[in-house]
């Protein structure tokens, strides 16, 4: 059985993601094994991780907490290995089947990158990995014939829509959202928001940067950009729809004028098993979707005027070069300083537009060109918040 089981690789095993994954793992033993655990501060977590499911290594991003982790394991036959290179060299193993990217931020490329060149299936919840480097991400990924599943709810959707359908041209997707804690809100209705306000998602639990941005409506944005690479489509191919009851998940309309809808529970160990498991269906006791619960769904257009980090998105997807690059750099800063109370929840859009405006244009950025632009970029938005 155990040579028929997928072997996993979690990089950002004590995030959100990587933690409802290791549910889906649990719940799934003959089919899924941990071969690595990767986390960047959380000890406590790895350590309690690592203990129960039992991985080939594990790895701790911050160095200085090597010794806390591996005196943790020492009795156990677990490798323990520290810092971001270590990471990014762990995903070569052999052993290892399937790469699940969910390190949040820029932070999630580099190791992206090496799971892909060392011939790796790639379950992606990093959006930011195809927003800053999309064009070299897929490039990478058909040289070295891997294949790219989408774990974002949003996206496992339009690719679950599509399954049978890869020979159909798609007229366009859309992508919906919930619209977060303050939709239908105005500007000044938003002036005085607090941080705790905006981390109290409607429908979905999540970390606090992803909630921030999915308040913001960031979240849809990275998510547009995203979508352009996994599916090959312009700006024009993708519309944004808030559905504030998060069921249905994401459309795709094909030429003919048929649109095909996923549907389900707002809860993403289901996206999470897809990705892991395609192109199998795995049998789960996850709560099931009931109509009678929802007699009423609700759609209608984004407001880009009151959350401008949407049309700020689309308008870095339409430029591309290193904009997207630019826009994410400045949105983890901004994001960070609202969390910090340096900012307020209006400013984060401010921030993102100065360093849009101030950073350098580039073109055609190479992987050294998106990293130089990153830090400029990270450098400006701090400067802009002080």
Not at 15 to 39: C, H, K, M, T, W
Request: some cysteine; aromatic content about 6%.
């Amino acid at each position: 059985m155990d040579n028929e089981r997928r072997h996993i690789a979690i990089l950002g095993s004590t995030g959100s993601i990587g933690s409802q994954a290791l549910d889906v793992i649990r719940e799934n033993p003959d089919y899924f094994q941990v071969e690595v655990l990767a986390a960047n501060n959380n000890t406590e977590l790895l350590v309690q991780q690592a203990i129960e499911h039992k991985p080939n290594a594990v790895v701790i991003g911050n160095e200085k907490k090597y010794d806390e982790v591996n005196n943790a394991l020492a009795s156990r036959n677990i490798k323990v290995y520290a810092g971001s290179r270590a990471i990014d060299s762990i995903v070569e193993m052999e052993t290892i089947d399937v790469v699940l990217a969910a390190i949040v931020g820029f932070a999630g490329l580099s190791s992206t990158i090496s799971a892909i060149k060392a011939g790796k299936q790639i379950a992606l919840a990093n959006k930011e990995t195809l927003v800053v480097a999309g064009e070299i991400i897929t490039n990478l990924a058909r040289d070295h014939a891997v294949n790219i599943y989408p774990v974002d709810s949003e996206h496992s959707a339009i690719f679950q829509c599509m399954v049978g359908e890869f020979h159909n041209k798609i007229e366009r997707i859309l992508l919906t959202a919930s619209g977060g804690p303050f939709r239908a809100k105005t500007i000044d209705e938003l002036q005085n928001v607090s941080k705790s306000e905006a981390l109290k998602h409607p429908n979905w639990n999540m970390g606090s940067k992803i909630t921030i941005d999915s308040a913001t409506l960031m979240n849809k944005g990275l998510e547009v950009i995203e979508a352009k690479w996994l599916f090959n489509l312009t700006s024009k191919q993708i519309d944004v729809v808030v559905h504030p009851q998060s069921i249905v998940h994401s459309m795709v309309e094909f030429e003919d004028g048929s649109i095909k809808a996923q549907l389900g529970l707002p809860d993403m160990r289901i996206p999470i098993q897809f990705a892991l498991s395609y192109p199998n269906r795995l049998k789960s006791a996850f709560p099931r979707f009931s109509f009678a619960d929802y007699p009423v769904l609700d759609f209608e257009k984004p407001d880009m005027e009151t959350f401008r980090n949407l049309a700020l998105a689309y308008s870095a997807l339409d430029k591309c070069g290193n904009m997207p690059c630019i826009l994410n750099a400045a949105n983890e800063i901004a994001v960070e300083a609202f969390l910090k109370d340096k900012i307020k929840f209006l400013q984060i859009p401010e921030v993102i537009e100065k360093c849009m405006q101030n950073i350098p244009f580039l073109t055609a950025p190479g992987l050294e060109d998106l990293v130089n632009t990153d830090k400029e970029t990270r450098i400006k938005a701090k400067e802009t918040v002080r």
